[in-house]
Antibody
Framework: QVQLVESGGGVVQPGRSLSLSCEAS????????MHWVRQAPGKGLEWLAV????????YYADSVKGRFTISRDNSKNTLYLEMNSLRVEDTAVYYC????????????????WGQGTLVTVSS | EIVLTQSPATLSLSPGDRATLSCRASQTVGTYLGWYQQKPGQAPRLLIYDASNRATGIPARFSGSGSGTDFTLTINSLEPEDFAVYYCQQRSSWPPLTFGGGTKVEI
């Protein structure tokens, strides 16, 4: 069965960096685009970034562009999110999610999600 | 950026009732709209894609309709497990992919 397991969350001071990982299993990871989506406490969902199945292109939300970097290692079935210059408003549960369609160089919907990892930015 | 506005913010219903949730887009998204269900402490679950297609394993009591800027998620005969927050999401124009603010269906 498809599984996505995020890790790397924690408490970090404003201005510092943090790296998240998402280990995938149960499907051919190298055939699906992957996303990061976050949810601030008690708030709605915010899409952050996508990376194509082959890593050939990436897109970001304006709120994180230039600060966050999405990447993947298909040999390790792992998705990453490098977060720099963190702000208090980046506090959220961070989810990795699979794009619904394989082999696509388009964004679709999210058909599988991880359980999320909490990032708290606080001094 | 396409803004999605969901209404109402909260829907108070009873098991067995029909729920009708609305999602309005700031510009046309064609039929490129999906719906998710999220329960407390859980990740969202895809219910509907491309306005009216049920995702794998989703019960038939969930249905979606609409096109252009106005969309509806209908849940026929609410089951106890359907009380949750529901989000719409568009994939018509990106980046960014955008979500609505959510509708909470409560007892």
């Amino acid at each position: 069965q498809v599984q996505l397991v995020e890790s790397g969350g924690g408490v970090v001071q404003p201005g510092r960096s943090l790296s998240l990982s998402c280990e995938a299993s149960g499907f051919p990871f190298n055939t699906y685009g992957m996303h990061w989506v976050r949810q601030a406490p008690g708030k709605g969902l915010e899409w952050l970034a996508v990376i194509w199945y082959d890593g050939s292109d990436k897109y970001y939300a304006d709120s994180v562009k230039g600060r966050f970097t999405i990447s993947r290692d298909n040999s390790k079935n792992t998705l990453y999110l490098e977060m720099n210059s963190l702000r208090v408003e980046d506090t959220a549960v961070y989810y990795c999610a699979r794009d619904r369609r394989k082999w696509e160089l388009l964004c679709d919907y999210f058909d599988y999600w991880g359980q999320g990892t909490l990032v708290t930015v606080s001094s | 950026e396409i803004v999605l506005t969901q209404s109402p913010a909260t829907l108070s219903l009873s098991p067995g009732d029909r729920a009708t949730l609305s999602c309005r887009a700031s510009q046309t998204v064609g039929t490129y709209l999906g719906w998710y269900q999220q329960k407390p402490g859980q990740a969202p679950r895809l219910l509907i894609y491309d306005a009216s297609n049920r995702a794998t394993g989703i019960p038939a009591r969930f249905s979606g309709s609409g096109s252009g800027t106005d969309f509806t998620l209908t849940i026929n005969s609410l089951e106890p497990e359907d009380f949750a927050v529901y989000y719409c999401q568009q994939r018509s124009s990106w980046p960014p992919l955008t979500f609505g603010g959510g509708t909470k269906v409560e007892i």
